[in-house]
């Protein structure tokens, strides 16, 4: 329990009224081994595919045990869940509005509901950073066991459409998040992918021709190219080189692709 | 002195110029128990009341003995004195211009002018977050007397207006700041309230009809709907729900409002 | 190897996409010892020459042995040279295009290229924040010998242009920045300067009349009145009290200017 655990945290909270810092003071007051780590607090309101995709980006780079708190809650106050989400290696906390949808997607989980009526103090309706998130944190870091404080959460939300598939060589895919480089994700990690290709490699439909093979690096394509690679957590993505792919194709989150599988030997 | 200690960072100097980095250094180069907890750089230039509204949502949650620092500074290189205030459970330092207004109306303090003379080094005219306010936490952290630093300040200037009797049923309430949800803050804490108050409940004179009674969340009212309640740290605003109450009430920070106590019975 | 090491991080990244989480992630994780503390993620996007004047700034004030990083990297994936730089109290890592120019102006430096293809992993063409400089600071952390992950630089990148010498008594100035506040910064520190000027003191030519004598602090002179005087860290500016100097002399990085040296009694 004296050992350093890292609370990380992510939020479209602004910084210039103090909320972040009381939640900040709150986990540092409760859990005096608890480093508190800045991820972001620069989400764009209410968007939670962005909060998403930073804690993909951002979370399995951390010491095993660290807790990862992610504050994007557009329905705060109404009946959506606070979770708890444990994985082989983390602890995710927060409204359970899809910002886990990446992480459920990855690995295994367990979700877990927090029922704050247990901490003792009054819930606000607009405030669970500091009145429901930050002191689950604290009821992990000093190792009150989960059973104390938390229940099954049972279905959670996920924004994360599984791949459909359409015929023995062809699947829907979809774009879940376009970045702030215009670079849209899609729906298929690459555990997914080496599971159900075998030999084969991929080729995407474009309103005009296709893109066909998964690239490393965008260098492997001209400037201003489009092109297929894994981005840096291991998700599909469609990039262009020097250039903004999803402005170029006019596709937004939301849109479907076809991918196609084909032998190694057509490219 | 080797326990941990906590020293949070309020400013509206942004950070691209590395202006605060240097006075993370100083801190840290000065005193190696010490971790510095940012709570916000992007206080808008010169907003002394967003600075106080931050600082007083953010600092009681910190552990006690936590230093808070707070440069917002428009007066800096004036005769406006730099100060530290000391509370039962904290330290503030930052300079005399009323960031520290909802501080001095909610608990006992001592204000002490810093004297940076002693510091022997030369001291800037523009950069007192580095030349005096970091180098006083540092002597706060190395458990240096504030008698070998620091003089009695007499009196400090405050924003904060105490309320003002129009009768025994009457008061005038002062919008204090409008925080950025629109927000009106008053100047009246759970507090004074408690004190004043007995049995009675709160109705406020609006240009059309009353806001009647004290609730605890939002969500008391339905959507569209004003409402009196305590702000995260025991403030009374005036708050819309789902909506901006400023922008609604054409209410600005300055407006003056009746507060009447009336029997709950009326309600 | 146990004892606390402070890493700053200054990028162009912003923070809402998870990539500086990622770095700072890589770095708590590879060295348990190691505390990271955020000097800036608002650079400018591909602004070399203000992360330079941030990382002057900011560095000289942390306690010896911190590292300083910095990813603000126009040529990602390209040949330039990913750098370790070390000083005598310090470490730098980032990108050879001229971010640590201000560092090589001040004091004597090593410069090292660092090899990532001994990292044992593999490194994207887009994101060496967290495929080569956070790793390479873990590195260094963990007392790895430079010389097993890097070799020796060569010539770096600078854009910090020494004094020409026009006569005895003149030399050529050179504006390599304009900070936030319109100050013009020049290629002139104080080191230097005191080598250079003995008794005598500088003026430097505008279009209309001369600048005559170095100031310590803004406040020598009347509102709105130009100045010269040195910055925070020791390098001479030229700067308008209450005001914006770049804009009322209409002058811009890259500008040349006379510096005149003249008897002090002449002033």
């Not at 800045?38 to 995709?53: K, L, P, Y």
């Not at 062809?170 to 690459?190: K, Q, S, T």
């Not at 690679?229 to 989150?253: F, M, R």
Request: charged share 20%; hydrophobic share 40%.
């Amino acid at each position: 329990m004296s050992e350093v655990r890292y609370v990380t945290l992510i939020s479209d909270f602004g910084t210039e009224d103090g909320y972040v810092g009381a939640m900040k003071g709150i986990i540092l007051n409760g859990a005096s081994h608890a480093r508190v780590v800045d991820v972001s607090h620069d989400i764009e309101a209410f968007n939670i595919r962005q909060a998403a995709f930073a804690v993909k980006n951002a979370a399995g780079h951390f010491p095993p045990g660290t807790i990862h708190i992610v504050v994007v809650d557009p329905g705060v106050g109404t009946a959506r869940k606070p979770l708890v989400v444990q994985t082989s290696e983390y602890f995710f906390i927060g409204p359970d509005n899809g910002v886990f949808s990446f992480i459920y997607a990855q690995e295994g989980y367990q979700a877990f509901e927090i029922k704050p009526q247990v901490f003792g103090h009054p819930i606000s309706s607009t405030f669970h950073g500091r009145d429901i998130f930050a002191p689950a944190a604290v009821k992990l870091l000093t190792a009150e066991p989960l059973s104390k404080f938390c229940e099954p959460a049972g279905e959670v939300v996920s924004f994360f459409e599984p791949l459909e598939k359409i015929s023995d060589n062809e699947y829907e895919l979809r774009v879940i998040h376009v970045d702030h480089f215009g670079n849209l994700i899609l729906n298929l990690n690459r555990e997914v992918w080496q599971r159900m290709a075998g030999n084969r490699t991929a080729r995407i439909k474009l309103d005009r021709g296709f893109l066909v093979g998964i690239q490393d690096t965008f260098g492997s394509a001209p400037k201003g190219r489009l092109l297929i690679l894994w981005d840096s957590s291991g998700y599909l993505q469609i990039a262009q080189n020097h250039g903004n792919a999803s402005e170029s194709l006019q596709i937004k989150t939301g849109h479907k692709l076809t991918l196609q599988l084909i032998d190694d030997e057509k490219v």
